[in-house]
């Protein structure tokens, strides 16, 4: 369910969240959380579908933010083997990782060439934000899951 | 947060099965034409995003409408002012024409469209929708222009609806010369040492100089722009010189930011007989051959 909102909220706020690039990125925030909880192989389809959604919103990389958010859908649920235990901050750790790798791995792919403020300042800050933002909504909701 | 219950085991091998898939669909995404791109697009923004869209095409409504109305009413009365210029202008140059036995001067149409800028979340945004009824049975590629200046390329149409390119885009060229017509070349996007998008004119001939001011305006050459659109001003000569040429830094005559209304250029109206006459080709045929495809490639 968070998820969905998660994504919805995305998509809604559009115009607001590419402002500014070091905003939270909720559709990938979004795409984390969800890989905890499904198969790798859904999770990668997953990213695949709102990458091409996200191209087709933003009018760029139809190919490259498909193919990069299937990665991190799929390396997302892959990890939580590695990463997940019982604790609150793995989860941080978890989006804030994730964020970073994806948004680095978008801006190192789109045209125009390698923009290192972006993948230096502005990636890290907002996968800061997406951590905060994205790992509350799932505190949130699994207080409510579970009173 | 507690331990997440994932279900059954998974089969990895079906997993890698599913992404090398998925990777492949992503390389043949990548590999599409624009007019490809612009029908998945235009399905997907037309259904699943039809919902978001419309909300934020409401909110822009709503936002600064009283600043856009100020915005229009200065525009207009700009507009009436430039009318009456350009309506004695055109009689004189019916007449001059017609002393110098020169045939009709005949640019072609245009059609006024609404721009619709990319906004991706990453990155800078390089590509646009043009949205007009109008725009049905125009040909492509074509330009993209404001009254300031140069605004882009529109690579592919479908139905109402264009996709592309700013100048900012890294593929994009169009030809150029400088308003005395002294010298040409080719202009494509740079971005300079601070981070800001400017663009550099090369390719213009050793024996041939661009003065500090200069305005630059499309060379009309390959079919693909009209002629004399204003393209930029010469900022300085850039460091970078290859060979026998040089190369300008040259600031942009239009930021693509905050355009929303343009017209494209409909160059199946434009006559072939009637080619800007101060080319340096005599009909249109040769300067298309001399030419080839390099605006807007």
């Known amino acids: 369910m968070v998820v969905v909102a998660l994504v919805i909220l995305h998509f809604t706020l559009y115009r607001f969240l590419v402002r500014w690039p070091a905003m939270p990125n909720l559709l990938v925030g979004g795409l984390l959380l969800a890989a905890l909880r499904m198969r790798a192989g859904y999770a990668a389809f997953l990213g695949f579908g709102l990458g091409v959604l996200e191209a087709a919103m933003g009018l760029e990389g139809l190919g490259t933010t498909s193919l990069v958010l299937a990665l991190v859908g799929y390396l997302g649920a892959r990890s939580r083997d590695l990463l997940f235990a019982d604790a609150r901050h793995y989860v941080f750790v978890y989006l804030f990782a994730g964020t970073w790798i994806a948004e680095v791995s978008l801006i190192l792919a789109m045209p125009g060439g390698p923009n290192l403020l972006g993948a230096l300042v502005l990636a890290p800050v907002s996968a800061l934000g997406t951590a905060v933002v994205c790992g509350a909504a799932e505190s949130v909701a699994a207080s409510i899951r579970r009173p | ?297």
Do not use: C
């Open chain 2, 1 to 297: 947060m507690t331990h997440i219950n994932v279900g059954r085991p998974e089969n990895h091998r079906r997993d890698l099965v599913i992404v090398a898939v998925l990777l492949i669909l992503s390389w043949s995404l990548a590999g599409l034409d624009s007019s490809q791109a612009l029908g998945l697009t235009r399905v997907l923004r037309g259904s699943v995003l039809k919902p978001f869209l419309a909300a934020d095409a409401a909110y822009e409504q709503r936002a600064g409408l009283a600043t856009r109305a100020a915005r229009l009413e200065t525009e207009r009365d700009d507009l009436y002012i430039r009318l009456q210029g350009a309506t004695d202008l055109e009689r004189e140059n019916r007449e001059l024409r017609a002393q110098l036995s020169l045939p009709e001067r005949s640019p072609g149409s245009f059609v006024v469209a609404e721009l619709v800028p990319g906004r991706p979340s990453i990155g800078d945004s390089h590509s646009f929708l043009l949205r007009s009824l109008a725009l049905v049975g125009t040909h492509v590629p074509t330009g993209v222009s404001i009254p300031d200046g140069l605004v882009g390329v529109l690579r592919s149409i479908s139905g109402g609806t264009g996709l592309g390119d700013f100048w900012t885009h890294p593929d994009f060229r169009v030809s150029v010369r400088s308003a005395t017509g002294g010298a040409t070349g080719i202009v494509r996007s740079f971005v300079a040492e601070g981070g800001e998008t400017l663009m550099l004119v090369e390719g213009v001939p050793y024996q041939a100089r661009m003065a500090e001011g200069a305005i630059l305006e499309t060379a009309g050459l390959g079919g693909v722009f009209p002629g004399g659109i204003r393209v930029g001003t010469v900022i300085e000569e850039s460091a970078s010189r290859s060979g026998w040429s040089h190369s300008y830094l040259v600031e942009p005559a239009v930021r693509p930011g905050a355009v929303r209304a343009v017209t494209a250029w409909n160059r199946a109206s434009f006559v072939s007989g009637s080619a800007p006459q101060d080319s340096s080709a005599t009909s249109f045929d040769e300067v298309v051959e001399e030419g080839g495809a390099v605006d807007g490639l």
